[in-house]
C-alpha cells in the first residue's frame, strides 16, 4: 500500500529558529513530491519536486528529494509566527500516477 | 502558481437537504480534480478523483450516491452533498492537477449541517 510518512508530527520552537520537517514515502510509479503549507483553510502550494539533489529554495524556505532514500526534507531558517502551521507532503503516484498520497502533516508552532 | 476557486467558502443547510459545491480552475485546463474532506486536526482524505467527461472514481468507503461528482468541462467539477446530515459536517477541499506532475488547490468549503 502507497503511503508518506512525515516527521515529526508536532513541532514547537522560538522565533529564529531553524526547523527540518521530514517526509519519507513508499509510493509506486513515482512522479512527483509537493509541500504543502496550510494554515486555517486549504493548503497553499511551496513546492514540487522531481529530481534527487536539486534544491528548491524560497525565501526562508527550500526543500530537497532523495528518490534513491525515498525521502524529502523541508528546511525553514529564521523562522517567524507566521511560519505557524501544518505542513503537508504529498507524493503523486499509484496507479497510472494519478494518485496523490498525503501524509499526516506537521503541526508547528513558532511561538514570539 | 495555478489559481483554483472553490466556491461557497462555506454553507450552512438543514438536515436532509443538498448542497453544491463547484471547483474551478481559473487559469489552466485540468482533466483531473480531486475532492478531499478534512476533520478537525486530521490530514486531508481522498474522497474521490474525478476525470473530465467519465465518471469519479471514488475511494472506498465514501458512498457514491451520497457524494456526487460531476467534472462537466475541463475548468469545472462540482461536489453535491446530497439528503444531508449533521455527521456530514467538515471541510471539503478541491484540487485542480495543472500539470503532469503538480496540483493545487482550492480554498475548501465548510459544511454545516444543522
Known amino acids: 500500500e502507497d503511503k508518506v510518512v512525515q516527521s515529526p508530527l508536532s513541532l514547537v520552537v522560538h522565533e529564529g529558529d531553524t526547523v527540518t520537517l521530514n517526509c519519507s514515502y513508499e509510493v509506486t510509479n513515482f512522479r512527483s513530491l509537493l509541500w504543502y503549507k496550510q494554515e486555517k483553510k486549504a493548503p497553499t502550494f511551496l513546492f514540487m519536486l522531481t529530481s534527487s539533489g536539486i534544491e528548491k529554495k524560497s525565501g526562508r524556505l527550500s526543500s530537497i528529494l532523495d528518490k534513491k532514500e525515498l525521502f524529502s526534507i523541508l528546511n525553514i531558517t529564521a523562522t517567524q509566527t507566521g511560519d505557524s502551521a501544518v505542513y503537508l507532503c504529498a507524493v503523486l503516484g499509484g496507479n497510472y500516477g494519478q494518485n496523490f498520497v498525503f501524509g499526516p502533516g506537521t503541526r508547528l508552532s513558532v511561538l514570539p | 502558481g495555478a489559481v483554483v476557486s472553490q466556491h461557497p467558502s462555506w454553507v450552512i443547510c438543514k438536515s436532509g437537504t443538498s448542497v453544491k459545491i463547484e471547483c474551478r480552475s481559473l487559469d489552466f485546463q485540468a482533466t483531473t480534480m480531486f475532492w478531499y474532506r478534512q476533520f478537525p486536526k486530521q490530514s486531508l482524505m481522498l474522497m474521490a478523483t474525478s476525470n473530465e467527461g467519465s465518471k469519479a472514481t471514488y475511494e472506498q468507503g465514501v458512498e457514491k450516491d451520497k457524494f456526487l461528482i460531476n467534472h462537466a468541462s475541463l475548468t469545472l467539477s462540482t461536489l453535491t452533498v446530497t439528503s444531508a446530515h449533521p455527521e456530514d459536517s467538515s471541510f471539503y477541499i478541491c484540487?485542480?492537477?495543472?500539470?503532469?506532475?503538480?496540483?493545487?488547490f482550492g480554498q475548501g468549503t465548510r459544511l454545516t449541517v444543522v
Open positions: 484540487s485542480a492537477r495543472a500539470t503532469r506532475f503538480e496540483a493545487f
